[in-house]
């Protein structure tokens, strides 16, 4: 049974930053490919951001692209997402997700992040 657990969502401003945390508990992390997705109100889920399983690997949404940073610590069997330059347009509940090469499986319960305008 995987359970990812995630943190460090909040309220800021536009341009501030945030950091989003996963923990997993997985046995083999290092062999998962983890994601994130999010979930602004309204619409319908977005990917986000992808790292393979060695972390050689990643993949953003334009949307997102120059602006986050996904990384993991396959020691911490953690995922991160720096967020920088937040935009009001960022504003979702931001899910964490562990998987195949092909699909993601396993999913987070989310973080909201909140970005004033």
């Known amino acids: 049974q995987v359970q990812l657990i995630e943190s460090g969502g909040g309220l800021v401003q536009a341009g501030d930053s945030l950091r989003l945390t996963c923990t997993a508990s997985?046995?083999?992390?290092?062999?998962?490919?983890m994601g994130w997705f999010r979930r602004a109100p309204g619409k319908g889920r977005e990917f986000v951001a992808s790292?393979?399983?060695?972390?050689?690997?990643?993949h953003y949404a334009d949307s997102v692209k120059g602006r986050f940073t996904i990384s993991r610590d396959n020691a911490k069997n953690t995922l991160y997402l720096q967020m920088n330059s937040l935009k009001f347009e960022d504003t979702a509940v931001y899910f964490c997700?562990?998987?195949?090469?092909?699909?993601?499986?396993?999913w987070g319960l989310g973080t909201q992040v909140t970005v004033s305008s």
């Open positions: 790292i393979r399983r060695n972390a050689g690997s990643t």
């Open positions: 997700a562990a998987g195949t090469e092909t699909v993601f499986d396993h």
């Open positions: 997985v046995r083999t992390f290092n062999s998962v490919k």
